[in-house]
Structures are given as structure tokens and as C-alpha cells.
């Protein structure tokens, strides 16, 4: 569980809001997915719409949400500073080649969004934003507050 003193997460987007409901399920953490739980919380980003790192971070590597379609990627990011002791995942993004490695600072462009659409017809597109806390999967809104 966060601790008071945790420190705040920057919106991966732009004025992102969670995305809402559709056939495909709902954005919010710990939604239904099947006999599973969402372990994140999704964030409405149209396609090409620039992905802002939500922490102080070193970029690990880029990430793969499907073994088996690798043409949907993300980003793995290691908590640096303030932010140390966190991991973020963010998924359907294609990352900034040049960032991979490297220490961003939270609010720096680290990507831009992908589309769903192929995958998942209907689906309103969004980044999926999974957060770890000393290996503990947190809800990211929590301590997000711009993001509603
Ligand atoms: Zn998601």
C-alpha cells in the first residue's frame, strides 16, 4: 500500500482521464477482465498522442504486453530520486528509441501512443499504466492526482 509520503505520479497524458467503459471491459484498477483483475488503470490517448513519463526514471528497456503480437510494445521505467522503490510498465506505445537507457525526468516525452483498434475493435484506445511500489502492484491513480 502507498504511504503517506509517497510521492506524486505525473499524467502520462496530456489532461488523460481514466478511460470508461466499453464491450471490452472498464479502465479502472482491479476491473474484471475475465476470471483476472486489471492490474492497472488505462488512460484515454488517441494515436501519435505523446506519452510523458510519470516519474523520475531511468528507461530500462522496451516491454511486450503479447508474446505473440509484437507489434503492440511498451516501456519498463526504474524509479530514480524521489521516485526510487517504483517500476512502471505503460503498454501500447511505441517508446522513443533514443530514451532507451537513459534518465528522463517525470513529465519528459517518452513515446507516443498506439491503436487498439486492429486488436480490439470497438475499444476506446488508451495507454495501460501498471505501477509497482517495492514489488507491490499499486493502484496508480491513487497517487495520481490529475488523473479523473
Ligand atoms: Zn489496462
Known amino acids: 500500500m502507498p504511504t503517506p509520503q509517497s510521492p506524486t505520479?505525473?499524467?502520462?497524458?496530456?489532461?488523460?482521464?481514466?478511460?470508461?467503459?466499453?464491450?471490452?471491459?472498464?479502465?479502472?484498477?482491479?476491473?474484471?477482465?475475465?476470471?483476472?483483475?486489471?492490474?492497472?488503470?488505462d488512460i484515454s490517448a488517441a494515436l501519435g498522442e505523446a506519452v510523458l513519463s510519470p516519474i523520475d526514471a531511468k528507461v530500462v528497456r522496451v516491454a511486450y504486453p503479447y508474446a505473440t503480437d509484437l507489434s503492440l510494445t511498451g516501456i519498463l521505467l526504474e524509479g530514480v530520486g524521489r521516485h526510487a522503490g517504483f517500476t512502471v510498465k505503460i503498454f501500447y506505445?511505441?517508446?522513443?528509441?533514443?530514451?532507451?537507457?537513459?534518465?528522463v525526468s517525470a513529465g519528459?516525452?517518452?513515446?507516443?501512443?498506439?491503436?487498439?483498434?486492429?486488436?480490439?475493435?470497438?475499444?476506446?484506445?488508451?495507454?495501460?499504466?501498471e505501477?509497482?511500489?517495492?514489488?507491490?502492484?499499486?493502484d496508480p491513480q491513487s497517487l495520481m492526482p490529475t488523473l479523473h
Request: proline share 5%; no cysteine.
Open 9 to 41: 505520479l505525473s499524467n502520462p497524458i496530456n489532461n488523460g482521464s481514466r478511460r470508461g467503459s466499453d464491450k471490452w471491459g472498464s479502465g479502472h484498477f482491479a476491473a474484471p477482465r475475465g476470471s483476472r483483475q486489471h492490474n492497472g488503470v
Open 93 to 103: 506505445m511505441s517508446p522513443e528509441q533514443s530514451k532507451i537507457g537513459k534518465q
Open 108 to 129: 519528459e516525452r517518452i513515446g507516443a501512443a498506439q491503436s487498439l483498434l486492429t486488436k480490439y475493435p470497438g475499444i476506446k484506445n488508451h495507454i495501460h499504466l
Open 131 to 138: 505501477v509497482r511500489q517495492n514489488g507491490v502492484v499499486i
